[in-house]
């Protein structure tokens, strides 16, 4: 485990030089879209590695300055594809760590963005097979939050009902008309007496009595 530690700490030290390195040419060419990629590049790696060591809020910040590195080079090349692509990649990252975290609005609009990177990278160049299976991944992964789920919710009368939840990336991106209520919620004929509340969105539901 010390070995493992100790080539993780290794592997860090080696982003944080190769880090230096590109800062030190940006100060002399500020303006160089390779440099600047290669700088969110090892931003992207260490993020990588700093979520692995559970070390999440110094990931989220690599991601977003790996994100920012991008962002300066499509400033100036607004059709580098190293730099669409690989900014759609640093936001699905992000979006990963970001739903570990229970971030899911967040995760769920970086992942937006990340398709609009994918796709516009595939318009420049649509035989891309690397961009292109990146872009399906990430849409098969969005299609697939949709799934049903029991969920118990307390009720006035002094116990709780159980519920039937189906959550999609759609429920999730449009605000429901009612606040408080969630799409898609079908009560079931159960009624408990003293069971505690459960179930992953059990804080977010309420019933209309």
């Given at each position: 485990m010390q070995a493992q530690l100790s080539e993780f700490e290794d592997?860090?030290?080696s982003y944080f030089e190769a880090l230096a390195a590109c800062n030190s040419v940006l100060l002399i060419a500020p303006d160089d879209i390779g440099v600047l990629n290669n700088k969110g590049k090892a931003l992207l790696s260490l993020g990588d590695l700093q979520a692995q060591l559970s070390e999440f809020e110094a990931a989220k910040q690599s991601y977003f300055?790996?994100?920012a590195a991008y962002n300066s080079v499509l400033l100036?090349?607004?059709d580098f594809i190293a730099a669409l692509t690989n900014k759609g990649k640093a936001l699905v990252r992000l979006g990963y760590l970001q739903e570990k975290l229970s971030e899911r609005q967040e995760a769920l609009k970086n992942w937006q963005k990340a398709l609009e990177m994918f796709d516009r990278s595939l318009a420049i160049a649509p035989n891309c097979e690397l961009v292109r299976n990146n872009r399906d991944v990430l849409q098969k992964y969005l299609n697939n939050l949709g799934r049903s789920?029991?969920?118990k919710v307390w009720h006035?009368?002094?116990g709780f009902v159980q519920l039937t939840y189906t959550e999609s990336?759609?429920?999730l991106?449009?605000?429901?008309k009612k606040p408080g209520f969630w799409p898609n919620l079908r009560i079931t004929t159960k009624y408990y007496r003293k069971n505690p509340v459960s179930g992953p969105h059990a804080s977010a539901l309420r019933l209309d009595t």
């Open positions: 592997a860090k030290q300055e790996a994100i100036i090349a607004p789920q029991l969920v006035s009368g002094g990336s759609q429920d991106r449009t605000p429901t």
